[in-house]
């Protein structure tokens, strides 16, 4: 059990540009979990998966940011046309089964800085 | 809609010194409950969840935290605070029915004096 692992772990881009970041869960876990989390503040949740269906994208922040988990491991986030407003931590969580009777892990998550 | 607040921004105790980070909740019912560690560069680490039951929960690391509700409250303690406790604290409610979607609190930074 190697824990969530996220990618990259920093990411710096110009405003306007596309970024995408990559979550691989812990093997086994069905459940995989997109949080954001700016300066001060708690973790805000994005979208969750049940292996590759996507079964909660309502709190996505715009249309510019979409999710996915093609094969129903590793997860991708990636939002487009970035905006300075972007710039927070970005985090991975995964669950073996629903949460919160199962309990979330959390990855060390993706810092982006948008100039 | 459920919300949570911290009203501590940051907290200062020295070694040893007890500890209690506040967390008020609110939210309709009964809700789930849970209080997050987050070191630096570190993922959030659950330390405890209350669900039901027993309004004093143990959790991890020697610290507890109890559901008062009357209060709207889930405070976490611990008796005797050690420098590796120096973190950011988090607490959180979910709701009780439908689709888990959590929401944190702003967090609790820990400070710990030699």
């Known amino acids: 059990d190697t824990g969530v692992s996220q990618n990259p772990r920093h990411k710096i881009t110009k405003r306007g540009q596309n970024v995408t970041f990559r979550c691989d869960p812990i093997?086994?876990?069905?459940?995989l979990y997109w949080y954001r989390q700016t300066l001060g503040q708690g973790p805000e949740f994005l979208t969750y998966?049940?292996?590759?269906?996507?079964?909660?994208k309502s709190r996505l922040l715009s249309d510019r940011f979409s999710a996915e988990r093609p094969k129903g491991s590793f997860s991708t986030l990636e939002i487009q046309r970035t905006e300075q407003g972007d710039s927070a931590m970005y985090l991975c969580?995964?669950?073996?089964?629903?949460?919160?009777?199962?309990?979330?892990?959390f990855g060390p998550g993706t810092r982006l800085t948008v100039l | 809609a459920q919300s949570v607040t911290q009203p501590d921004i940051h907290i200062t105790v020295s070694e040893g010194a007890s500890l209690e980070l506040r967390c008020n909740y609110s939210?309709?019912?009964?809700?789930?409950l849970f209080w997050y560690v987050q070191s630096p560069g570190q993922g959030l680490q659950l330390l405890l969840k209350?669900?039901?039951?027993?309004?004093l929960v143990q959790g991890i690391k020697g610290f507890e935290a109890e559901f008062k509700r009357s209060q709207s409250s889930f405070n976490l303690r611990k008796p005797s605070v050690h420098w590796s406790d120096a973190a950011e604290y988090f607490c959180?409610?979910?709701?009780?029915?439908?689709?888990?979607?959590?929401?944190f609190g702003r967090g609790t930074s820990l400070i710990v004096h030699p």
């Open positions: 969580a995964s669950s073996l089964g629903p949460a919160p009777y199962n309990e979330q892990f």
């Open positions: 093997s086994e876990h069905n459940r």
């Open positions: 998966f049940q292996n590759e269906a996507q079964l909660e």
């Open positions: 939210y309709g019912a009964t809700p789930y």
């Open positions: 209350y669900f039901s039951g027993d309004t």
């Open positions: 959180a409610v979910g709701a009780s029915g439908g689709s888990y979607i959590p929401t």
